[in-house]
């Protein structure tokens, strides 16, 4: 147990005995918040809630997910009774006993609620489980029994949920350490013990002395000129220490996208425009000693607007005439496809002939689709805290997947050698693709540059919605023709995506959707047209699956379709038409050739769906009308164009080895799986080896925790690293062989590793040739038509990710990518307003997947090993997510006889379908 | 979260003391939920000391800062049938989890006056009259006319809400509730309770409309008398319209509910 501070002696009179002991009443001062058992006697600001008086007390596993009172990973106990720290006014504590995760346990041991989380693993990123934890702790018999309800102010983006049900019902899934190898064993997580005691540190867990806030006035227009900002009254506020504006920032443009090269991207963005394209676009900074006086400052900032023609979605840019968006910029510098059309980037090709395979079909079957934006709601929000280091080196500690790559652009962006910047993490608490992007890191460094002082940036929840990036939504119209017996003739896809005011992303979303969603299937002739339009809306950008689940959306529903109308069994109609191995991997365009069928287990995928879908005994309310859908994908195991690790391994000097590496960890346990590589390469187990990560201090090059990446292309640098070091050290010890802690000499005598050290040995993954995953889901589900709401009887989802590197992991990756899937397929849509701001500002607009929503997957691994892939591994953990939408649809299908085209399918659209389907005389 | 232009609390408050600026403060859930930039003053009455739920010969008075922990807990008035008939399902409408529940109030729901707010069902299906107390003196209002719309009440600038309080007559009776939401436990997007008592059944309609509807019949009304009679009450735009379900669904189940509550009720 811990108070959060210094140890400090009780107070006369409370003695220990109340300490860390729930329900125990205890006496103390009436002006003192008594914290983990220790007096706190500065007092709470007036308005301030309990969360940020527990974390300026040191505190820190308190967190913000929400501060509205509705994730709960702020969860605390307060005389023993549990609450959301955030809603909490801070002042009712005083002469009350507030325990904490810190405080939850005896000292020097585990809560047991801490241990069964442990046990079974019931954490990825971990924001969430401090609350998770404390929420547990106070569960009675009733609460248990009924866990849809009482975890309902519990969100946990990650998991899924089934971890934490395990969790909490004391299931240990996770393996004992029994000395065998480590890679394909169920090993926990190295920040395991962290996690659970909330002594994990993510960005903004850290003091730092002299820190500096920043807050941002954002635009309340969709398209405006900033024809003025009157910045004397903001820093007239007393502790104001700078106002910054688009006169302070950098005249050149980049992309907020991080990728290897950054020239993927259109260069578009400036740290502060004097132009704001969406409702939500920063307009100016205010830097101050408070956040109250940074949020008093941009309340004084007189601005005046030149509001100029909103065009709120991309059918309406795409029209002659239409406000353009980034008219002013050029195609070439600025790498924008056609600015006088509003078009960020586009892709017309074609393969073979799609008019002479339409002539060839038996059936033809075209619709349109729609998927909307979705946020990526990673519990922990964007942020960054900036300072010049003791050598004046420009420092962030960011919460990003991509440290490397931000350290170039900010590097870039202010004219900084890279040595002169230092990008590192704390643990990353959620990421799904919005986190390769350099959404605060740029500003901070301008503050930070400014001031000369350490500056904190930290996104409400809000901001997250109305001021990061979203997924993008797409309008697929395709066509598809097939002969009679099943064999494809035609695909074809008119794709337009809304890639809001800037481009970062937009084309290689484009690209990438139109890639694997339809390279997966031999068909002889295929043609893409695809749009990534410029809208004034809050930009989209990168999210888990990159485009395909939103083509795969309308790939997999067209295919169904078209299996129906021919009166074949959907699973059959694929196996007539995915590509086999060895055989190419097509799609029109120019698309990188390095990808390969390393492996191949979507035969394996396939048979587990059709032995699901031959399952019976699945029960529905009567009047239900009941049915089955499946849909599959392919990924590769990692992106086009090079993808960059460098790890280095060190066998320190008492006999431990250290990994460094750069990839983040931020909840996609990669991590995990590193430790596992070392552990078997050198003959150790994984608690003896120390992992440093994520920070462009440590090795040379990463480019970043994105694109699948962590195990296949990271995991391969460890193991190239891990190999090397094991030659090193058996070479220079003599050995013939290395075990936990000693060199084995051929004459059967053995040095200690102690002996040995220190030597270090690194690797290097480029990221190319690149192998592809295979996913499919089947669901069984009833529909009352009456209500429209749908039920899922049962959920199967097989995977091909080649050896399994860490099944429990694994697992967890799939039913976390189904999780998230279910909430864009069933209840998530951000809602853009007529005037083009973001009104789903919060988890109360925007329904979050709870534990009640996301019933259980049962997951069959398919049994393969790559040829390219480190030990035979491949990726798993954006694909999972790519199936589900169209297999849900396809059920939706079967029970209704309504193609849903449009995601959400919510309970309210379901009814209004069917309600079209039964007719005005129903 | 933080209100950083809140530079005072004062606590315990009372009637009178409020000036512009000021928040009535009870829980804490909603007012620290959301930015509030123009308030720089917090009027705490949570600390007043108000007993959370009296019994009375004549009614159940449940004061505003009465938490729903409280109010579902409490189970000292058997004789209220349809108080205890509602009150717990109506605790599980929230769509916040059990540990709001041990702060947030039945006033602070009240106040907040959104249509979910299952406080407002609770307490209007019971016949609730609000007291409310002001720099003038004090006044009382029906629950169904204190909640004027999504988000907006009966209250001046300066009153507070001091207490419901659930006539016996209106607290006793069979009961019969139906919730609808487009997730499992999810906002209420509609709340229908009703309540047969010897006079007739009273069917209150919410969170399906911008504010609480109530018709009372004389006996038990047929379907097509209950029908007709919803679509009479509720006029076309008070279905609420928001992200929480689409205006037509709320009007289709609400139909659909009222008409399984009054089979339920003359079963």
């Known amino acids: 147990m811990s108070d959060c501070t210094e140890p400090r002696p009780p107070a006369p009179g409370n003695g220990p005995d109340g300490e860390g002991q729930e329900g125990m009443p205890r006496r103390h001062s009436p002006m003192t918040v008594s914290i983990n058992g220790a007096d706190h006697d500065r007092p709470p600001r007036p ?74 693993q019931g954490f990825q990123c971990g924001f969430c489980t401090a609350g998770l934890i404390m929420t547990t702790a106070a569960l009675d018999e009733a609460r248990l029994a009924d866990l849809p309800r009482a975890l309902k102010g519990n969100l946990c983006r990650c998991t899924g949920y089934r971890a934490i049900g395990d969790a909490i019902r004391g299931v240990r899934t996770v393996d004992d350490a029994d000395g065998g190898p480590a890679v394909g064993a169920s090993v926990g997580a190295p920040a395991g013990a962290q996690v659970v005691t909330g002594a994990a540190q993510y960005t ?43 006169e302070d920032a950098p005249g050149r443009h980049f992309s907020t996208a991080r990728h290897e ?198 996104y409400t929840r809000a901001e997250q919605f109305t001021s990061a990036t979203t997924r993008h939504a797409f309008t697929v119209r395709m066509k598809a023709g097939a002969r009679r017996d099943g064999s494809l003739t035609a695909l074809q896809l008119h794709v337009v995506t809304d890639t809001g005011a800037y481009g970062n992303h937009g084309p290689a979303v484009m690209y990438h959707g139109c890639h694997e969603s339809i390279a997966v299937y031999r068909c002889p002739n295929k043609k893409v047209d695809a749009y ?131 990839t983040a960890e931020f909840g996609n346990g990669s991590t995990t799986v590193h430790a596992q590589i070392v552990a078997d390469t050198l003959g150790t187990t994984p608690d003896r080896i120390v992992i440093r990560q994520s920070d462009t201090d440590l090795v040379g090059h990463d480019t970043g925790a994105f694109g699948s990446t962590g195990v296949v292309v990271a995991g391969h640098a460890v193991l190239l690293a891990a190999r090397a070091l094991r030659t090193r050290i058996l070479e220079s010890a003599g050995g013939s062989t290395l075990s936990a802690g000693a060199v084995h000499l051929p004459d059967g005598t053995s040095l200690p590793l102690t002996r040995v050290g220190p030597v270090q040995a690194e690797g290097r993954w480029a990221g190319t040739p690149r192998s592809v995953a295979f996913n499919a889901h089947w669901f069984r589900i009833a529909v009352d038509p009456d209500t429209g709401e749908l039920r899922i009887l049962r959920s ?25 899937a279910l909430g864009s397929a069933l209840t998530e849509r951000m809602v853009v307003d007529e005037a083009g701001r973001v009104t789903t500002t919060g988890f109360r607009q925007y329904h979050l997947p709870a534990y009640a929503d996301v019933p259980e997957t049962e997951i069959v691994l398919a049994d393969t090993e790559d040829s390219i ?38 309970r309210d659209r379901v009814w209004a379908r069917l309600q079209d389907r039964a007719g005005p005389s129903a | 979260m933080d209100l950083h232009t809140v530079a005072e609390v004062v606590s315990p408050a009372g009637a009178g003391q409020w000036r512009p600026g000021d928040a009535w403060l ?32 004549d009614g159940l008075e449940i004061a505003a800062t009465c938490t729903v922990a409280e109010l579902a807990a409490y189970a000292r008035a058997p004789h209220l049938t349809a108080f205890h008939g509602l009150a717990t399902a109506c605790c599980h409408a929230f769509l916040a989890s059990f540990k709001i529940w041990n702060v947030a109030t039945v006033g602070g729901n009240l106040c907040a006056a959104l249509p979910a707010g299952p406080m407002i069902a609770l307490t209007a299906a019971l016949g609730g009259e609000c007291l409310i107390l002001g720099p003038g003196g004090e006044r009382r209002v029906p629950v169904t006319r204190f909640v004027t719309g999504d988000g907006t009440t009966a209250l001046s600038p300066g009153e507070l809400l001091r207490s419901v309080t659930l006539p016996t007559a209106a607290a006793t009776g069979r009961t019969a509730y139906r919730r609808g939401s487009l997730f499992t436990h999810g906002r209420s997007a509609v709340l229908l309770a009703g ?9 209150t309609v919410t969170a399906a409309t911008v504010r609480p509807y109530q018709l009372t019949f004389d006996g038990v009304p047929g379907a097509a008398a209950l029908q007709a009679a919803l679509a009479d009450a509720v006029p076309d735009d008070a279905w609420a319209d928001d992200v929480h379900g689409s205006p037509a669904w709320r009007r289709h189940l609400t139909f659909r509910y009222a008409e399984e509550i009054r089979r339920e009720l003359t079963a």
Request: with cysteine; net charge negative.
């Open chain 1, 869 to 906: 892939g480190p030990l035979g591994a491949k990726s798993m953990s954006e694909s999972p997510y790519n199936p589900v939408a169209p297999a849900l649809a396809n059920a939706l299908r079967d029970a209704t006889g309504v193609r849903f085209t449009e995601l959400p399918f919510t």
């Open chain 2, 195 to 203: 309540r047969l008592a010897p006079g007739g059944l009273v069917l």
């Open chain 1, 532 to 662: 990534a339009v410029y809208t004034t809306t809050v930009p989209a950008g990168a999210f888990r699956g990159y485009g395909l689940g939103q083509v795969s959306f309308a790939v997999e529903s067209v295919l169904d379709e078209l299996a129906r109308r021919l009166g074949m069994d959907p699973v059959l109609f694929r196996e007539r038409n995915v590509v086999r191995p060895g055989e190419p991997l097509t799609a029109p365009g120019e698309h990188a050739d390095d990808l390969l069928i390393g492996s191949y287990g979507l035969d394996q995928c396939l048979a587990a769906i059709r032995s699901a879908a031959a399952s019976t005994g699945t029960q529905a309310p009567p009047g239900w009308l009941v049915g089955d859908g499946m849909a599959m994908a392919m990924i590769a195991a990692g992106p086009p164009g090079g993808h960059v690790a460098d790890a280095a391994v060190t066998l320190l000097p008492d006999g431990r080895y250290e990994l460094a590496v750069g």
């Open chain 1, 796 to 820: 199967v989802h097989s995977a091909d990710a080649g050896r399994v590197m860490n099944p429990l992991q694994c697992r967890g990756q799939i039913e976390g990518g189904v999780a998230q």
């Open chain 2, 26 to 57: 009870a829980g804490g859930t909603a007012l620290f939920a959301e930015p509030r930039p123009g308030v720089t003053r917090l009027l705490d009455l949570a600390a007043a000391g108000w007993t959370p739920i009296t019994v009375r010969d």
């Open chain 1, 261 to 458: 090269h950054p020239t993927e991207d259109p260069a578009d963005t400036r740290v502060l425009d004097d132009v704001v394209r969406f409702a939500g676009q920063r307009v100016a900074a205010v830097v101050a000693d408070t956040e109250a006086a940074a949020e008093e400052g941009c309340r004084r900032l007189r601005v005046a607007y030149e509001v100029l023609p909103p065009v709120l979605g991309p059918e309406a840019a795409m029209r002659p005439g239409a406000p353009l968006v980034h008219g002013d910029k050029d195609p070439v510098a600025n790498r924008i496809a056609r600015p006088d059309r509003n078009l960020a980037g586009e892709l017309h090709a074609e393969l073979g002939s799609v008019a002479d395979g339409f002539a060839e079909a038996d059936v033809v079957y075209e619709e349109t689709f729609r998927t909307p934006r979705v946020q990526h709601a990673s519990l922990e929000t964007h942020g960054a805290i900036g300072w010049l280091d003791n050598e004046g080196r420009l420092t962030l500690r960011s919460s990003t997947q991509t440290p490397f790559l931000t350290r170039l652009a900010l590097a870039d962006l202010y004219d900084l050698p890279p040595e002169r910047v230092r990008v590192l993490t704390g643990r990353v608490g959620g990421g799904f693709g919005g986190k390769q992007e350099m959404l605060t890191e740029d500003l901070v460094a301008l503050a930070v540059r400014t001031t000369g002082r350490p500056v904190k940036h930290e």
């Open chain 1, 47 to 120: 308005g301030q809630c309990l969360r940020t008086y527990l974390r300026e007390e040191g505190c820190t596993g308190v967190k913000k997910g929400c501060d509205t009172g509705d994730c709960g990973a702020c969860t605390v106990h307060v005389d023993g009774v549990p609450v959301h720290s955030c809603v909490y006014p801070a002042f009712r504590a005083r002469g009350r006993r507030v325990t904490t995760i810190e405080g939850l346990a005896p000292p020097d041991g585990l809560h047991p609620v801490q241990q069964r989380f442990l046990d079974a």
């Open chain 1, 204 to 246: 903004f867990d850290v003091d730092v002395p002299g820190l500096l806030h920043l807050k941002v006035l954002r635009s309340p227009y969709a398209h405006a000129r900033i024809a003025g900002i009157d910045t004397a009254p903001a820093l007239a506020v007393p502790g104001v220490r700078a106002v910054l504006t688009h």
